[in-house]
């Protein structure tokens, strides 16, 4: 992490927040990375080209909505994405286009509650589940489905279309 934020202020990422020297009193000898953000983020960035998690945030800026979606769905990940606008139209185009298992509007992080699945995409995601939340419970549970039908033989009327298996 600390050699990420370390590249990002090399190759001219604007740190506006740096938590890389960061301690902890009474724990400094710990390995503690405080909040970290980036603008002016370029995809030809190490910190854009690596997925990186908090508490580090890289945010990138595009000249139209289309070129956001394109910038967007053009990452080799598809964790997480935030679009910050008032038009809803746009808000709506953005979550119907987007490649990315979690979208947030006008949030900074789309991080699900535990009773959300975890929903990353493309290299975001490994394995064959979604384990978490609901997805977690699907996943450790057996369901069984019942389909039965009864019919008082008093109020039958009419013929008798049952299936008789003998």
């Not at 503690?32 to 508490?55: A, G, H, L, Q």
Request: aromatic share 12%.
């Amino acid at each position: 992490m600390l050699k990420l934020i370390a590249q990002g202020k090399a190759e001219g990422a604007q740190c506006l927040l740096d938590g890389s020297d960061f301690t902890v009193a009474g724990y400094e000898s710990g390995n503690w990375v405080d909040s970290t953000m980036f603008t002016n983020v370029t995809t030809d960035m190490s910190i854009y080209k690596e997925e990186i998690f908090d508490p580090v945030l890289c945010c990138m800026e595009a000249e139209t909505l289309d070129d956001a979606i394109e910038l967007v769905n053009n990452s080799p990940y598809g964790n997480g994405t935030s679009i910050f606008t008032a038009s809803g139209g746009a808000a709506r185009k953005y979550q119907h286009e987007i490649e990315v298992g979690q979208v947030g509007i006008n949030v900074p992080i789309p991080v699900p509650l535990p009773f959300f699945s975890f929903t990353g995409w493309k290299g975001s995601f490994y394995g064959d589940q979604h384990a978490y939340g609901k997805q977690a419970v699907r996943f450790c549970t057996e369901t069984k489905t019942i389909t039965t039908r009864w019919f008082d033989s008093e109020a039958v009327s009419g013929p008798n279309m049952s299936i008789n298996l003998k």
